[in-house]
């Protein structure tokens, strides 16, 4: 389904620009800085210290989703996923600067308030991703709660809790310059509210997230994937059951194989999130350079019809399009065709719409899903749909009434046929059977020695053969079927033969299907019976027949005025022909069959 | 000689029967259409067909057809192809394949003395056969600096018989010459004209007619 995007107006556009620009370098700067402190911690007894592998997976996991967030926030300012994702990273990578001992004290005690947004964060990518906006107001309403909780809870806990009394302080057990009230009992509750918090928000997000990959893709957007979504839902439990542990265990011990596999885990889990949109982001740069090119192919007119604009788009050379139109209650293609979509083997059928109404079909060989293809094509389609659709809608009323004409034509011509044919098969056999009695009757009257009855009868045979020979000629007028019996080239020279215009004839001796040949032998018929053409004018007809077109050169000594040739001109229009008069004569080009 | 009818119209059929078998020709067999026709040539072999050129199932070339195929299949039977049409068009395409033992002849005058009969005789012994009537009206033609303004009386008479599918023997009796006589002429216009093909060949009909048709 591609739908309309409202256009910002460009002050807005241009404010959300400057403001995220903004936002993007700050958390650049700050990313910039954990890193370095992530990297230069003397970390001894971290889970990074544990092995390669929790260093990899803590410092790659977070790694990569700044590094994401970041070059979606700058590829997309206008959209919040990039902000989402580096933030995630920037809460993924917390607790270890907590535990960089020679760092200042009010970086390391703000540092458990940034642990309890991860989940909200996980939340809004997992159920908004990669919508601009969530389309579902119950998820929407529920990462707004989300945040309020983390913010409230994590307010709490930076002034509430205090790691001096706190006898199973991990790492950092330093007094916090921020704390409103110490008291040893008030700091162990703070710690175990903030890892209900997160318990239960991950709770939500799974329970929300699973309904999301099982609902159907909906309106105006693109479907979740489970590529990122799985990997989400382990995350989320990952999350939940370490802080579950962590309520068990009372204290953060790295040496805890449980503990440290969670951290292991979790680590790969973001990192497959962040190459999962980081892909995203290398699909739509390639897709907004082949947008580029596009946008400036239909500049210069060299785009060519939407379906091959979509075939390079989607590098599927079988697309089709097909677009509806009301009035024909069909769809036709870009020729104005009519064309029925159907799907074969491999073949998917995706809706254009608008405003629910249908605007046409595409038919694709990809495996892409109808949102998915949305998304690929949408921007190219609404470049193109309008344009195309208006044209092939022409075209397809312009056949329409070719068609209808042509019909017209071949149904005079059939009745022309039976006339002739009734013409030569009744009147003229039966006058020949009528000469037939009269030389019987004749020879008889000799025999019998009537003189006066055999003069007679011999002059009324005479009669019937004048007659015979009126008919013939009636019959020819009537409809020439030489032309059907002997090919077109053959009638042209009987035409010759009978009008005893000077022709010469330079004809493939082929078929060409009756609507055509019947066209040409019409035009030359006008052309050698036309007015001031008469005995000895000299003409010349030439045909051609290359890839399904005959071309015919009609050259005359005589100009023929433009008003006698109406008719064998409209002839050629209704077969799809085209007449164009030349300084000698005339050019013509049909299609053949 | 026997001879097969194929014709449609029972009138013109029993027509052409009678004058047939006035003339003491045995009618062996009377279709009314292709098939029949094809098949009775096949199994009865006679020594010709005379053919409606319009027949039964579609009434449009079936004569052609047929004659094509006799000669193709049989080529010892003489197919005659009786038509109503003028254009020397249908002649050649009757004629084209195979001229020799092959007619074309107007409806018009069958019923009249012994065109038919006559016409029947001469493609049995070989000849061909083209309407007169068309080739007086192919003579008729004017053509710009006319090469058959070059030509005798007797020469235009000579080459208008040729057309008409007459050997020189026949030919020479229709005027009363020698063959040799004929002979000279027939190669005399063959030179003025410029005409391709031998004169004493079967196909010199064609050639004739190909000339006065251009």
Redesign the interface.
């Known amino acids: 389904m591609i739908v309309d995007a409202s256009p910002l107006t460009s002050v807005t556009a241009q404010r959300l620009r400057l403001s995220m620009s903004a936002a993007v370098a700050l958390v650049g700067v700050a990313c910039l800085y954990w890193v370095g402190l992530a990297a230069l911690d003397s970390l001894d007894s971290t889970f990074v210290a544990q092995s390669m592998w929790h260093m990899a997976a803590v410092q790659i996991g977070g790694g990569v989703l700044l590094l994401v967030g970041l070059t979606f926030s700058i590829v997309h300012p206008n959209r919040v996923s990039g902000l989402v994702v580096a933030g995630l990273g920037l809460t993924w990578l917390a607790p270890e600067v907590a535990g960089w001992v020679g760092g200042p004290q009010w970086i390391r005690s703000a540092v458990p308030a940034l642990g309890v947004m991860f989940v909200p964060l996980v939340l809004h990518l997992g159920l908004a991703y990669p919508n601009k906006k969530t389309n579902n107001r119950l998820n929407r309403r529920l990462i707004a709660l989300a945040y309020a909780v983390g913010i409230m809870v994590a307010v709490a806990v930076v002034l509430l809790y205090e790691p001096l009394l706190d006898l199973h302080c991990w790492r950092n057990c330093s007094s916090s310059p921020y704390v409103l009230v110490a008291d040893p009992g008030l700091s162990r509750a703070m710690i175990r509210v903030s890892m209900w918090t997160v318990v239960g928000l991950s709770a939500v997000f799974i329970a929300r997230a699973l309904a999301r990959g099982f609902s159907k893709p909906s309106r105006g957007g693109g479907g979740a994937s489970w590529w990122l979504l799985g990997p989400m839902v382990a995350l989320a439990v990952t999350n939940g059951a370490h802080c579950l542990l962590m309520l068990d265990r009372r204290r953060v011990d790295p040496s805890d194989p449980m503990l440290a596999g969670l951290v292991l885990l979790g680590g790969a889990l973001l990192t497959v999130v962040g190459l999962r949109i980081g892909w995203d982001l290398v699909r739509d740069v390639r897709r907004r350079h082949r947008l580029t090119d596009l946008v400036s192919d239909l500049e210069t007119g060299a785009s060519g019809p939407l379906a091959s604009v979509l075939a390079n788009l989607l590098r599927d050379p079988s697309v089709e399009v097909a677009y509806w139109i009301p009035s024909l209650q069909r769809h036709i293609d870009w020729r104005g065709s009519g064309v029925i979509p159907s799907t074969g083997p491999g073949r998917a059928i995706a809706t254009i719409e608008r405003a629910g109404a249908e605007l046409g079909k595409v038919i694709h060989g990809s495996r892409l899903s109808a949102d998915d293809l949305e998304q690929e094509i949408g921007a190219a389609a609404r470049l193109a749909v309008d344009n195309e659709r208006l044209r092939a809608e022409l075209l397809a009323q312009a056949n329409e009434i070719r068609a209808s004409q042509e019909r017209i034509v071949a149904s005079g011509d059939a009745a022309r046929r039976r006339l002739e044919r009734d013409l030569h098969d009744g009147a003229q056999q039966s006058l020949l059977a009528l000469s037939y009695k009269l030389r019987i009757a004749e020879s008889e009257s000799r025999r019998a020695k009537a003189d006066n009855w055999e003069s007679a009868l011999r002059e009324a045979t005479g009669e019937v053969l004048m007659t015979i020979e009126e008919v013939r000629r009636m019959a020819h007028g009537i409809f020439p079927s030489i032309l059907v019996d002997a090919g077109l080239a053959r009638a042209l020279e009987s035409l010759k033969e009978e009008s005893g215009v000077q022709m010469e004839i330079e004809f493939p001796d082929q078929e060409f299907g009756v609507a055509t040949s019947m066209a040409i032998y019409q035009l030359v018929a006008t052309v050698v019976r036309a007015p001031g053409i008469g005995e000895g004018a000299q003409t010349s007809i030439t045909g051609q027949a290359a890839d399904g077109r005959l071309i015919v050169d009609v050259t005359v000594d005589t100009p023929v005025a433009p008003p006698v040739l109406v008719h064998a001109v409209d002839r050629i229009g209704a077969v799809g022909g085209t007449v164009v008069s030349t300084k000698t004569g005339m050019h013509v080009e049909l299609p053949c069959g | 000689m026997r001879v097969v009818v194929a014709e449609d ?1 029972m ?2 059929r029993e ?1 052409i029967v ?1 004058v047939l078998e006035e003339a003491g020709i045995e009618v062996i067999a009377e279709v009314t259409d292709l098939h029949g026709l094809l098949r009775t040539v096949h199994t009865r072999v006679p020594d010709a067909a005379v053919v409606d050129i ?1 027949m039964p199932p579609t ?3 079936e004569g ?1 057809v047929a004659a094509r195929q006799i000669k193709e299949s049989v080529p010892g039977v003489a197919v005659l192809v009786l038509s ?7 002649a ?2 009757v004629l084209e394949g195979h001229p020799e033992g092959t007619g074309y002849l107007l ?3 069958i ?2 003395g012994a065109i038919l009969v006559d016409a029947l005789r001469r493609i049995v012994e070989g000849e061909t056969v083209v309407d007169p009537t068309i080739v007086t ?2 003579l008729g ?4 600096q006319d090469p058959l303004e070059s030509l005798t009386p007797r020469e235009r008479e000579v080459l208008s018989l040729v057309a008409e599918g007459l050997s020189n023997r026949g030919i020479a009796e229709r005027l009363a010459v020698t063959e040799r006589t004929v002979e000279a002429h027939v190669t005399a216009v063959f030179l003025k004209l410029g005409l391709d093909g031998s004169p004493q060949s079967h196909r010199r009909v064609l050639a004739a007619l190909s000339y006065l ?1 251009s």
């Open positions: 119209v009138l013109t027509g009678h319009r009434h449009t070339d052609i109503q049409f003028l254009d020397s068009g249908y050649m395409e409806k018009d005058r019923f009249d009206r192919l033609r004017r053509r710009p048709r």
